[in-house]
């Protein structure tokens, strides 16, 4: 049982920051997955947790224990890599037991443990077979089952399922949760597959260039996003830049009134704004809602628009529609979906639901100690 | 054939694909020529060694004479023995620096290791007769090593080291360091990881390594010359003294012969044993 807490760790690469000043405290047998895009520095994160990389800067904890000078073979973790690395001259039973064997454990001790573990990842009877015999499924069950053999402190996930194909990606991914629930290890998953972190975490850690964007549950992340690259990140959205034109306070409640272009949009204030203020307002395809010739009472903001396109994706059908030069795509489910696919001319859509994020200082990437002084300033 | 069974495609197979004329395509024709050219190298090479074959089996006035190979366990054995030696030695030397330094080379971020690693390859560009000449001089004027067989094992060390360091580092650089890292995080020390898996893993390159070593130490001529102790004479300089001073003999010839089969049967082991991931493109499996 353990808990992780990384202090400020920062890796550079020569000039490159690949992490930079990141905190982060995991409780024990907490699944807490770092999601990102390629090049985030999650994968980095993961590997200064358990010791391939040597942080530049700031310490690694293991409970009261400071690891950061630990090698990793002292470290009592268990890493698995995005592919499942097995020892391909031996057997899956011993690659199972290799972890016990480096450490002198009796050899029956050790057959015992092997069959144990085959048993839990479901793969009795598959000990005297080759890596090379098994398919990929398979060898990252065995994989699964050659760090858990040596009763890890910390599990340690670098997308584990990324090379397998997708419907073997759903089915671990599950037997991965369940492992850890039973074992009840504390785990860090790195991940860039959303609905992968979204299935199996407790809690998330969205990453951007080398830092923490947002740390929450699925839920927070997904609709209360904190930053622009957490709402733009994170499932579909359509987004519009532009300035608090109206405030309106009743009690604790401020609503805002925001213009982008001819595009204006009513919402509650989440943080709080002044008039002029910039901002991102952003708004799920899943809750704009076809309204046709339906009253629009009940949806704060109702707009008119040409449509485009519509794309029919099976369970939904994606809208995309004009509304004065920007584009609002609606996906919509249900009966209507059918109804929409040959669909052409206007159509007038309703939604509530916006979302508000002060908008960094530039366009695109903002430079981030800006962004970082935006948002402390709030 | 089947055309019984699937009345109505047969006539449209036939139709399209003529297989009467298929026979002489150009295509064919040229797997005929190229195989044909294959064949005929191979006859060009293999010949000579045949002829050598037959002239070591013949005694005086041309009769048969296995007697010839009796030479070479009783006089040519000591050279055949000093050869052995050399060999076992050299390769034995060659490994034990070869692996540490490609383990370096490739797995650390050792500083100018390019230049390290050209420098290390030097001797498989220059001229054994100027590698002889060279060692020579420095065992001559520094080190004192002429009258040892030492001198001589160090002389087929520094000539054939590259070809040991070389395989080694394709195969490391092949190694993924995912498996490395696994059984770091499994609890292995580095000696324990390289003993378990990085070592059996580089095999094939390392026996390909051992092979090509082995066999050109063991037939190495030139730079022998240059630096061999008075009393060794290993095998191939022994024929080449022979054949200066005493001309063609038979009995030269089954030493000569000997000499091939043991090159041979060392290649042929070499694949029986490591596979051929290493030397895909022989004709030998």
Known sequence: MSTVRLVEISKQYGATVAVHELSLAIAD?????????????KTTTLRMVAGLVEPTQGRVWFDDQDVTDVPPRRRNIGFVFQTPALFPHMTVADNIGFGLSVKKVKKDVIAARVGEMLALVGLAGYGARLPAQMSGGQQQRVALARVLATDPRVLLFDEPLSALDRNLRDSLKYSILELQRRTKKTAIYVTHDQSEAFAISDRIVVMNAGRIEQIGTQTDI??????????????????????????????????VEVTAGALTVRCRAPIELAVGDEVLAYVRPENVVVLDDRDGSGYENVVDGQIDRVIFEGPTAQLRVDVGGREIRADVSGGLRLALVERQGRVRLGFNDVTVIRAPATDGTPPRDEAAATTAAV | MSASSVPSTAPLVTSTRRPARRRWTSRRMTDILSHGYIWFCLAVFVLPFTALLVYSFTGPGGTYAIENFQYVLGSFGENLWWSIRVSV?????????????????VRYPVPGKRLIYSLLSLPLYVPGAVIGLSLVIAYNFTYHLTTSIWGLVLAMVVGTFPLMLTPIIVALKDLPVSF??????????????????????????????????????????????????????????????????????????????????????????????????????????
């Open chain 1, 29 to 41: 047998g907490e699944l807490v997955t770092l999601l990102g895009p390629s090049g985030c520095g």
């Open chain 2, 180 to 285: 490395e890292e696994a059984a770091e995080c499994l609890g292995a020390s580095r000696w324990q990881t390289f003993r378990r898996i990085v070592f059996p893993l580089i095999g094939p390159g390392l026996s390909a390594g051992l092979m090509l070593a082995f066999i050109i130490v063991f037939n190495e001529y030139l730079v022998t010359l240059f630096v061999h102790p008075s009393d060794v004479t290993t095998a191939p300089l022994r024929i080449f003294n022979l054949v200066r001073t005493a001309g063609l003999l038979p009995t030269t010839a089954a030493l000569a012969v000997t000499m091939q089969l043991i090159s041979f049967a060392t290649v042929l082991v070499f694949f029986r044993v490591f596979g051929t991931r290493y030397l895909k493109a022989t004709y030998l499996i």
């Open chain 1, 222 to 255: 997904y609709l209360r996003p904190e930053t622009p690259f957490v709402a733009e990140f994170i499932g579909a959205t359509n987004g519009f830049r532009g300035r608090v034109s109206r405030l309106d306070r009743d009690g604790d409640d401020t609503r």
């Open chain 2, 89 to 105: 030695l050299s390769v034995a030397i060659d490994l034990a620096i070869a692996l540490p330094a490609a383990y370096a080379i």
